[in-house]
């Protein structure tokens, strides 16, 4: 009989799962399961109105993710449960939820249907700004080194940004969560039973290192003295590492999910992260790109670096015996899907819809046309604030060059091209910093579906460019380290090598248009330093007011 383990990549708006066979891995099954809830960032369930830059998720859409698709996936091919022999996971990060001592989330409470703090805080809710910024304030101040091995600034995005947060605008709540835990690892307390922390997303988005653990309590006290203990009270320090199992399923987990009790769970990891195994990338100096809704940008390497900028680090968290190291672009898909549904004219929408193709594709074979620089157009890629190498989102998105005879696919080139542009900023400050790019890897939806855009890549970065052939790659790779998990395979790189894919597309850069984009990035490098380094805070201005 086949084995096969199981991995769900829990995203932003839906979870997806994969039955992997062991050997081959080949993947023989795949389920989505939509969010019935989605992102809530306008009103609460109750109609209650949120405050700007709130991004809140429903728990239930996570338990419903593991009750409907790993059914579905051994149902499909008709496996026996006793197939399967192990389960990972990998989350969005920092998504994060307070639960009581029961280990039940507070927005289940009745008492606490109103109260947005209560609620999971997704990884894009960024309203914690000015938590975050005392963090750094803070830890500059008394020349903490974790701030400086995280890029010299974290993030509103990340942990203790939002606790903070919680103890301020709502002490009841703070007062109320007997833990504070990252999604992942309350999911694997759902499927164990056990409260187990992992050290990939402990690293990565809470300030954890292996050398010094979590930061002190002096700093804490310092902080918000209600906090000065929370490290071992309120967030959970039995640490699990990437290459072990957090625990078994548990008789509930079994109940939940249908799979066997007692096998091994793998130790969650963030989502991009979980993509690497699956593309086979286990050597230093590839950098892999996952183009979706937002960008991660990730790259190993043998030595540790103090690199400014970046959006965090792991140790060991990824691949055994490598550093792995993370930057992102807080929007990628997302302000192309804002432009088509707040400022596209009605004409093209119709247009396409004669034509019988979607309006992205519509727009691309009108912006295909054009020549590199033709729109004369500029475009700040900061709609959702720069999460690297910046580190600011109180930052926003300007479009530069606009006359009268600017067309709309003009626009949404440019759109692109400011988006590719970031992308070049992070790779450079990576190869400034002694981290040299050999290979380039891309993967995510929109590098599967959107030629045009992985064309400009490779022509600004003036660099070959694969697309991974793998699809649901982070649920791959969650499935491949839970074949770590269940004994199959010594540790994470034996196993990648074994199940990963290597092949995809190849795009090569066109060197006349590398050329002309040299030009142009020029232009946007002044611009990006000029609005985005303190020459001009008139978009922080703008927002503020």
């Known amino acids: 009989m086949k084995k096969y383990t199981v991995g769900i990549d ?29 992102v809530i960032d306008r009103e609460l369930p109750s109609g209650k109105r949120l405050p700007p830059r709130t991004a809140l998720q429903d728990a239930s859409d996570y338990t419903e993710v593991l009750s409907t698709t790993l059914r579905a996936v051994m149902a499909e091919v008709k496996a026996d ?34 109260e947005p703090h209560a609620y999971v805080k997704l990884w894009k809710h960024n309203s914690a700004t000015k938590e975050g910024d005392d963090i750094n304030s803070l830890a500059a101040e008394r020349g903490e080194k974790w701030l400086y091995a995280h890029g010299g600034k974290t993030s509103a995005e990340w942990m203790f940004a939002k606790i903070l947060q919680i103890q301020r605008e709502a002490p009841e709540i703070y ?61 959970p320090d039995n640490m699990v590492y990437v290459s072990s199992a957090a625990g078994y399923i548990s008789e509930e987990g079994a109940r939940l999910t249908g799979l066997p009790v007692g096998i091994p769970m793998a130790t969650p990891v963030l989502d991009a992260h979980a993509s690497m195994p699956a593309l086979g990338l286990t050597e230093d100096g590839t950098l892999m790109m996952i183009l979706g809704t937002s960008a991660v940008h990730l790259v190993h390497c043998k030595e540790k670096r103090n690199i400014g900028g970046i959006f965090g680090y792991v140790t060991e968290g990824v691949m055994n015996g490598l550093y792995t190291y993370e930057a992102c672009q807080a929007c990628c898909g997302d302000h192309l899907d804002w432009y088509i549904r707040n400022a596209l004219p009605a004409s093209y929408t119709e247009a396409a819809k004669a034509e019988g193709i979607g309006i992205h594709k519509y727009l691309r074979e009108k912006a295909k046309k054009l020549r590199v620089g033709e729109n004369g157009l500029i475009y700040l890629d900061w709609q959702n604030g720069n999460r690297s190498i910046l580190t600011d989102l109180d930052l926003t998105g300007a479009l530069f060059g606009l006359t ?19 992308a070049k900023v992070i790779l450079d400050n990576f190869e400034a910093n002694g981290i040299r790019i050999n290979k380039i890897v891309a993967s995510g939806g929109i590098a599967e579906k959107d030629d045009m855009f992985m064309q400009i890549c490779a022509d600004v970065f003036g660099r070959e460019i694969v697309v991974s052939d793998v699809k649901l790659s982070a649920s791959k790779g969650s499935a491949i380290y839970a074949a770590v998990a269940a004994g199959i395979y010594k540790d994470v790189i034996e196993a990648s090598d074994a199940l990963g894919v290597r092949s995809g597309r190849l795009y090569e850069p066109i060197p ?26 008139v978009l922080k201005r703008l927002k503020n007011i």
Not at 84 to 113: A, Q
Not at 215 to 225: A, D, I, V, Y
Not at 516 to 533: C, T, V
Request: aromatic fraction near 12%.
């Open 10 to 38: 829990f995203g932003t708006l839906s979870g997806r799962a994969v039955l992997m066979d062991v050997e081959s891995g080949e993947i023989a099954a795949t389920s989505v399961c939509e969010y019935k809830h989605g």
């Open 404 to 422: 009268l005879q600017t067309r709309p696919e003009e626009i949404y080139r440019a759109m692109i091209e400011g988006t590719v542009f970031g």
């Open 512 to 537: 006349e248009n590398t050329e002309a984009y040299g030009r142009l990035y020029a232009e946007y490098l002044k611009l990006h330093d000029y609005f985005g380094r303190g020459g001009n805070d």
């Open 81 to 114: 449960p006793c197939q399967v022999v192990g389960i990972g996971i990998d989350f969005t990060g920092c998504t994060m939820l307070p639960v009581d001592e029961n280990m039940r989330p507070l927005m289940f409470d009745e008492k606490y249907k109103d």
């Open 175 to 235: 007062e109320r969560t007997h833990l504070f835990l990252n999604s992942a690892d309350w999911v694997t307390y759902l499927l164990t039973g056990e409260i187990t922390h992992s050290v990939n997303i402990a690293e990565a988005k809470e300030l954890w290192s292996e050398e010094d653990g979590f930061p002190s309590r002096e700093f804490f006290e310092k902080l918000c003295p209600e906090m000065k203990d929370i490290i071992g009270t309120k967030i």
